[in-house]
């Protein structure tokens, strides 16, 4: 069964840090390229950044130089470090399989940033 658990989010101010964590299971985890996705309130949910079996990583433009994405390929986990957040990156955060159609989605964990 495949499977996605995201923790680590929680409530900071303007200008702090947070790293997501994702375990998956289920799937070929260094052959999947994994992806980060987030959902504001009333927004759709939108990618965020993603990062290939090996290594290479690509970011949307609003989160470029403050998120980096990461992963460890034995334990099946991958990881976003959110430096400098902003107002606007409050959201649901989750982690899926680069593929289509995109399923299984995972509870997610939710990031506010609040002044």
């Known amino acids: 069964q495949v499977q996605f658990v995201e923790s680590g989010g929680g409530l900071v101010q303007p200008g702090d840090s947070l790293t997501l964590s994702c375990v998956a299971s289920?799937?070929?985890?260094?052959?999947?390229?994994m992806a980060w996705f987030r959902q504001a309130p009333g927004k759709e949910r939108e990618l965020v950044a993603f990062i290939t079996g090996n290594g290479a990583t690509v970011y949307i433009e609003t989160v470029k130089e403050r998120f980096t994405i990461s992963r460890d390929n034995a334990k099946n986990t991958v990881w976003l470090q959110m430096n400098s957040l902003k107002l606007e990156d409050t959201a649901l955060y989750y982690c899926?399989?680069?593929?289509?159609?995109?399923?299984?989605w995972g509870q997610g964990t939710q990031v506010t940033v609040s002044l």
């Open positions: 289920g799937i070929i985890f260094a052959d999947s390229t």
């Open positions: 899926n399989k680069v593929t289509s159609p995109l399923a299984n």
